[in-house]
Protein backbone atom coordinates (compact mmCIF):
# COMPACT_ATOMS: atom_id res chain seq x y z
CA UNK A 1 0.00 0.00 0.00
CA UNK A 2 1.42 3.35 -1.09
CA UNK A 3 1.10 6.20 1.64
CA UNK A 4 0.87 9.70 1.12
CA UNK A 5 4.21 10.39 2.85
CA UNK A 6 5.60 8.44 -0.25
CA UNK A 7 4.52 10.93 -3.17
CA UNK A 8 3.23 14.14 -1.56
CA UNK A 9 5.44 17.58 -2.11
CA UNK A 10 7.51 17.99 1.71
CA UNK A 11 8.27 21.98 2.12
CA UNK A 12 5.21 22.94 1.10
CA UNK A 13 4.98 26.78 1.33
CA UNK A 14 2.32 28.46 3.94
CA UNK A 15 0.92 32.31 4.56
CA UNK A 16 -0.39 33.38 7.89
CA UNK A 17 -3.93 33.92 8.04
CA UNK A 18 -2.91 38.17 9.04
CA UNK A 19 -0.59 38.41 5.41
CA UNK A 20 -2.52 40.27 3.10
CA UNK A 21 -3.90 38.99 -0.01
CA UNK A 22 -1.55 41.24 -2.07
CA UNK A 23 1.27 39.14 -0.54
CA UNK A 24 -0.66 35.96 -0.60
CA UNK A 25 -0.65 36.70 -4.81
CA UNK A 26 2.76 37.94 -4.82
CA UNK A 27 4.01 34.71 -3.07
CA UNK A 28 1.85 32.49 -5.35
CA UNK A 29 3.35 34.14 -8.79
CA UNK A 30 6.92 33.99 -7.18
CA UNK A 31 6.18 29.94 -6.69
CA UNK A 32 3.95 29.43 -10.30
CA UNK A 33 1.51 27.94 -7.95
CA UNK A 34 -2.25 28.42 -7.28
CA UNK A 35 -3.06 27.79 -3.46
CA UNK A 36 -1.60 27.84 -0.38
CA UNK A 37 -1.80 26.61 3.29
CA UNK A 38 -2.92 28.92 5.54
CA UNK A 39 -1.35 28.86 9.21
CA UNK A 40 -1.83 30.30 12.43
CA UNK A 41 1.05 30.26 13.77
CA UNK A 42 1.86 26.19 12.83
CA UNK A 43 -1.31 25.05 13.24
CA UNK A 44 -3.85 24.74 9.92
CA UNK A 45 -6.14 27.26 9.64
CA UNK A 46 -7.15 26.67 5.96
CA UNK A 47 -6.06 27.11 2.26
CA UNK A 48 -6.40 29.99 0.21
CA UNK A 49 -6.41 29.94 -3.70
CA UNK A 50 -5.85 32.21 -6.83
CA UNK A 51 -10.06 32.09 -7.11
CA UNK A 52 -10.60 32.84 -3.30
CA UNK A 53 -8.29 36.35 -3.88
CA UNK A 54 -10.14 36.66 -7.57
CA UNK A 55 -13.73 36.06 -6.82
CA UNK A 56 -13.90 36.90 -2.72
CA UNK A 57 -11.39 39.83 -2.97
CA UNK A 58 -11.12 41.56 -6.27
CA UNK A 59 -14.67 41.20 -7.22
CA UNK A 60 -15.91 42.62 -4.11
CA UNK A 61 -13.88 45.47 -4.48
CA UNK A 62 -11.10 44.72 -1.13
CA UNK A 63 -8.17 46.53 -1.63
CA UNK A 64 -5.56 43.76 -1.69
CA UNK A 65 -2.78 45.74 0.04
CA UNK A 66 -5.36 45.49 2.99
CA UNK A 67 -7.42 42.75 2.73
CA UNK A 68 -6.63 39.87 5.04
CA UNK A 69 -5.91 36.18 3.97
CA UNK A 70 -7.73 35.27 6.37
CA UNK A 71 -10.91 37.05 4.90
CA UNK A 72 -11.09 35.14 1.95
CA UNK A 73 -9.62 32.00 2.71
CA UNK A 74 -11.71 28.87 2.94
CA UNK A 75 -11.83 28.28 7.00
CA UNK A 76 -13.60 24.38 6.89
CA UNK A 77 -11.10 22.23 4.72
CA UNK A 78 -10.61 18.74 4.41
CA UNK A 79 -6.88 17.34 5.11
CA UNK A 80 -5.36 14.01 4.80
CA UNK A 81 -2.65 12.33 6.96
CA UNK A 82 0.83 11.63 6.32
CA UNK A 83 0.38 7.99 6.53
CA UNK A 84 -3.23 7.87 5.04
CA UNK A 85 -3.54 5.19 1.95
CA UNK A 86 -3.37 6.60 -1.54
CA UNK A 87 -6.71 5.20 -2.20
CA UNK A 88 -8.46 6.59 0.65
CA UNK A 89 -7.11 10.19 0.04
CA UNK A 90 -8.14 9.52 -3.98
CA UNK A 91 -11.74 8.66 -2.69
CA UNK A 92 -11.86 11.73 -0.34
CA UNK A 93 -11.03 14.01 -3.16
CA UNK A 94 -13.51 12.71 -5.10
CA UNK A 95 -16.11 13.04 -2.45
CA UNK A 96 -15.40 16.23 -1.35
CA UNK A 97 -14.08 17.68 -5.30
CA UNK A 98 -11.10 19.12 -4.32
CA UNK A 99 -7.57 18.43 -6.35
CA UNK A 100 -5.35 19.20 -3.46
CA UNK A 101 -5.19 18.56 0.36
CA UNK A 102 -2.75 19.52 2.96
CA UNK A 103 -1.24 16.98 4.43
CA UNK A 104 -0.77 16.70 8.23
CA UNK A 105 1.76 15.08 10.76
CA UNK A 106 0.79 13.55 13.67
CA UNK A 107 1.10 16.58 15.65
CA UNK A 108 -1.50 17.98 13.40
CA UNK A 109 1.57 20.49 11.87
CA UNK A 110 1.71 21.15 8.17
CA UNK A 111 4.25 18.96 6.42
CA UNK A 112 3.13 18.81 3.06
CA UNK A 113 0.19 18.93 0.04
CA UNK A 114 -0.60 16.10 -2.13
CA UNK A 115 -2.39 17.18 -5.49
CA UNK A 116 -4.11 15.10 -7.89
CA UNK A 117 -1.31 15.55 -10.12
CA UNK A 118 1.02 14.08 -7.76
CA UNK A 119 -1.19 10.96 -7.56
CA UNK A 120 -1.58 10.91 -11.14
CA UNK A 121 2.06 11.28 -12.11
CA UNK A 122 3.95 9.41 -8.61
CA UNK A 123 1.97 6.48 -8.14
CA UNK A 124 0.42 3.24 -10.45
CA UNK A 125 -3.40 3.76 -8.93
CA UNK A 126 -6.04 5.41 -11.39
CA UNK A 127 -7.16 8.50 -10.91
CA UNK A 128 -9.70 8.46 -13.22
CA UNK A 129 -12.81 8.06 -11.59
CA UNK A 130 -11.03 10.98 -8.77
CA UNK A 131 -11.44 12.95 -11.60
CA UNK A 132 -14.39 12.16 -12.73
CA UNK A 133 -15.84 12.82 -9.26
CA UNK A 134 -14.24 15.96 -8.37
CA UNK A 135 -15.07 17.58 -11.90
CA UNK A 136 -18.64 16.67 -11.72
CA UNK A 137 -20.77 20.06 -11.34
CA UNK A 138 -22.65 19.89 -7.75
Known sequence: MTRIADIMTRDVETIQRDDTIQHAAQRMRALDIGALPVADGKALAGMVTD????????????????????????????????????????????EQQVRRLPVLDASRRIVGIVALGDLATRQSGHTDEALREISAPD
Not at 64 to 74: I, K, R, S
Request: net charge negative.
Open 51 to 94: RDIAVRAVAEGMIPQEALVGDVMTADIRWCAEDDSVEDVLAEMG
